[in-house]
């Protein structure tokens, strides 16, 4: 990697022009964003969907994507030195391990409610994010996290991957006998992500290839679509453009663009090429991803504010605002200006984030605010509540720590900053 893929957020210009973004308060941040989430744990390890407020919503079950989330941002904290959050990691994956692995047929549930009521369904969303947070937390030293990540990584590998494609086909029944015909990008989005990190705590070239693989691939419908992602396929993979026209408002397969995949997409690829020492190979492809989604997704006209979707000619379909992408949009334009030195970059990771501590962060009751509506008031159509910290804690740690292609090596190579 070359100087700049390698240097610190605390040694970039990024971090002093961001104003309320300095070091200092990011790592503050980064640990009241920990404190919030130690509600959503159950004694037994499965996290809970929280609140406004941050207490448990006892009106949802407890599902393996948020345990996982949560299990991989404790993970993080105790690399870098959070008091306590060892423990609260090491909870979550025995929540894993325990109360969302499905004893009888293999991988993860779901979801689990009170007693048999369980959403039995595979998905490969899922099990990617337990992917990550094993690898996560094998690298922080957890407890049974490295006997979840073999075995995550075989579901993985044997239920989900589609060698003549390169692709992870979406989901399964709960027995493994039939397959959706559904294909999606978002699932192998976060696979990548979960990849990058399994080849760095196993040191296994077999996930860093597949990783650049889907990469690739995406990238190549992307460049055909005016850098535009399509986000749904059918099982031969052929994209469905108009898929789910009628669910605009789906929190995770929402019919056209999704500018908050394509940031998260760009710093993916970034990091592709920090984890594969390929510098400079995909950054012309992230860099086109990332204007394309701040052109189609900022909404200057109506206070700022990305959109969550647009059609295929960029007109917002969704225009509310959710804070997952403000938070991608961030961390993106942070490694952007590491790896590419442009000002540019810099100068719009301070202006975002001051636009993110003035509607998004939630100073009375913690967290930051799940969704905004068009006037950049908390709002709860689509996301109600505040069940995860993971986008907020990434992007908000981010830039003090060293890039590389997953969030536990950087930590790692860090140390304990907050101790």
Known sequence: MNADMTRTGA?????????????????????????????????????CWLDDAGRPDASHPVETWITSRMAHIFAVGHLLGVEGAGEHAA???????????????????????????????????????????????????VAGAAELLTEALAVLDARFWEPEHQLHLDERSRDWASASDYRGVNANMHSVEALLAAHAATGDGLWLDRAAAIGDRVVSWAESNDWRIPEHFDASWQPLLEYNADRP????????????????????????????????????????????????????????????????SGTPVEPRR????????????????????????????????????????????????????????????????????????????????????????????AGQILA
């Open 11 to 47: 040694e970039s210009t990024s971090s002093q022009a961001a104003g309320i973004a300095d070091p200092t308060w990011r790592r503050e941040h980064f640990v009241s964003l920990l404190r919030f989430a130690e509600a959503s744990l159950r004694e037994d390890g499965a996290a």
């Open 91 to 141: 909870r979550a994956i025995t929540g894993l391990r325990e109360v969302l692995a499905d004893a009888e047929f293999g991988g993860w549930l779901a979801s689990r409610g009170e007693g048999d009521d369980v959403v039995g369904t595979k998905e490969a969303y899922a099990h990617a994010f337990v992917v990550l947070a094993a690898s996560t937390g094998k690298v922080a030293g």
């Open 249 to 312: 408002h789906d929190p995770f397969k929402p019919y056209g663009a999704t500018p908050g995949h394509g940031l998260e997409w760009a710093r993916l690829l970034l990091q592709i090429d920090a984890e594969a020492g390929t510098a400079g190979r995909r950054t012309r492809a992230a860099s086109a991803l990332f204007e394309r989604a701040v052109e189609d997704g900022w909404d200057a006209e109506h206070g700022g504010g990305f959109v969550y979707t647009t059609d295929w």
């Open 322 to 413: 959710f804070h997952w992408v403000a938070a991608e949009a961030v961390a993106t334009a942070n490694v952007l200006g590491r790896v590419t030195g442009e000002e540019r970059y810099v100068r719009l990771e301070g202006e975002w984030w001051g636009w993110i501590q003035e509607h998004l962060i939630d100073a009375a009751q913690g967290s930051w605010h799940h969704e905004l509506d068009t006037e950049n008031r908390p709002s709860g159509r689509t996301w109600i509540g505040k069940p995860d910290v993971y986008h907020a804690a990434q992007a908000v740690i981010l830039s003090e720590l060293p890039l590389t292609g997953s969030f536990a090596a950087s930590a790692q190579q």
